[in-house]
């Protein structure tokens, strides 16, 4: 790959190469291709222009089932950050009742366009419409809707090339590229804090979507590694599934690993860690190699009774094995208070400790740590 490029006023650096994307859309393709290989209709492939044109063209070359090719333009970004708003300037080049539909889509990050679209498609009698994204940022992704294929998770970074554009520039390069910050440019640490159940992930969610931060929840990068079956994952399954902690070192390596990876943020959102005296200072080691430091902590303090309560309520919703057992839940709590707890001392004597209510409606809770991270 190239080294830096200029488009408009801004530089960008390579982050995925043209083969490692290729690599991606194989595999993306093999999946659609098992799920429509015994099909007796002829479903639509939709191009959403102009970002997924050279996506749909990689797919279309892959795919081998009868389709036909529809086209719309819509358009909910101008510059570098999200509208929220969707607008329909260019309409379906086709009808769509009684056909399945397979949107093709460059990337999707809050889900507002891509949703809305299904929903119109749906309400223009589409039989059944499944989204296929080449890119998505879980980090910013906030909608219930299950997006059917993905070819590659990304952070919340802003990116050009491959059908991607800044200001309609970038669109034809092969490879991907990532906005370059100023190297003057201090990164934002912000911890959040809090017993389990507390509402770390649930804020974390609206967190790194007000201020452009990537969220790094080490019990979430745990369970993944569990899902995947890796040799990490199996040794840190019967740790969580006990309310234990993992050892230090696996997940220092973790966060190491994203600060040196993930690019195109303002900062990091760390939720869930550091959770040991050790692993906090650990992570000022870590920062201070690199000349930066920890921002603020944000601590969200809720009772006892109802850290039970939430993550009961949420066993049945996400089946996460350790919420399971009203027994292991407990043992987290007590996990929390032994060797969680003592962090607070630490970051009051650092001068970094702010601690808000965690009682109160999501929105209220929201508020409040708005309120105080506004203020950094
Ligand atoms: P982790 O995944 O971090 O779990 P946790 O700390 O126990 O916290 P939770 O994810 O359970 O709670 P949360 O604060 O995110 O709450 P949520 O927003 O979901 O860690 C799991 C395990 O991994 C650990 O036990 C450990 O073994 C290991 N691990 C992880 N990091 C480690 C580290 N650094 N070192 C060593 N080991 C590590 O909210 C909970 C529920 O309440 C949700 O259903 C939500 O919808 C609801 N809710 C949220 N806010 C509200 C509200 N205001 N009102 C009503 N309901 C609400
Ligand atoms: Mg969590």
Do not use: W
């Not at 098992?34 to 959403?48: H, Q």
């Not at 358009?75 to 509208?83: F, K, L, R």
């Not at 708003?85 to 990050?109: N, S, Y």
């Not at 969610?205 to 080490?218: C, F, Q, R, W």
Request: proline residues 4%.
């Amino acid at each position: 790959m190239d080294n830096k490029i200029k488009l408009h006023d801004k530089f960008f650096k390579p982050f995925i190469s043209y083969a490692e994307m290729e690599e991606a859309i194989d595999r993306l393709a093999d999946r659609v291709n098992a799920d429509f290989r015994d099909s007796d209709d002829v479903p639509i492939f939709l191009c959403v222009l102009n970002g997924a044109i050279m996506f749909t063209a990689a797919m279309m070359k892959r795919l081998n089932f009868k389709a036909e090719l529809v086209s719309i333009k819509l358009s909910s970004y101008q510059g570098t950050a999200s509208t929220g708003t969707v607008l329909i300037p260019i309409g379906l080049t086709a009808p769509v009742e009684g056909r399945r539909v397979i949107i093709f889509e460059d990337i999707v990050d809050t889900g507002n366009t891509i949703v809305a679209l299904k929903e119109m498609l749906l309400s223009k009698g589409a039989r059944e419409v499944r989204i296929c994204t080449m890119l998505l940022k879980p980090d910013v992704y906030k909608k219930d809707e299950r997006l059917d294929y993905v070819g590659k998770e990304i952070p919340n970074a802003f990116i050009v090339g491959y059908g991607l554009d800044y200001d309609e520039l970038g669109r034809n390069l092969p490879d991907i590229y990532v906005l370059d910050e100023p190297k003057d440019k201090h990164m934002k640490y912000y911890i959040l804090f809090g017993p389990p159940g507390a509402g770390k992930g649930t804020q974390a969610t609206a967190m790194v979507e007000k201020y452009n931060l990537h969220h790094i929840s080490t019990g979430a990068l745990l369970r993944k590694e569990i899902a995947a079956g890796t040799e990490l994952g199996l040794k840190a399954k019967s740790l969580i599934e006990a309310g234990s902690l993992v050892p230090d070192e696996v997940v220092e390596g973790m966060i190491e690993s994203e600060f040196k990876t993930v690019t195109g943020v303002d900062g990091f959102l760390l939720d869930g860690f550091p959770r040991t005296i050790a692993q906090a200072e650990a992570l000022d080691a870590i920062l201070e190699r690199n000349g930066e430091k920890v921002t603020s902590i944000v601590s969200i303090m809720i009772p006892d009774g109802m850290i039970i309560e939430r993550i009961s309520k949420r066993a049945a919703i996400e089946g996460r094995a350790d919420d399971a057992d009203v027994s292991v839940i407990k043992n987290r709590i007590d996990t929390y208070h032994n060797q969680t707890e003592p962090l607070i001392d630490y970051y009051k004597k650092a001068g970094t400790y702010n601690e808000i209510d965690g009682v109160g409606t999501i929105e209220e809770v929201r508020d409040r740590i708005f309120g105080l991270v506004d203020k950094f």
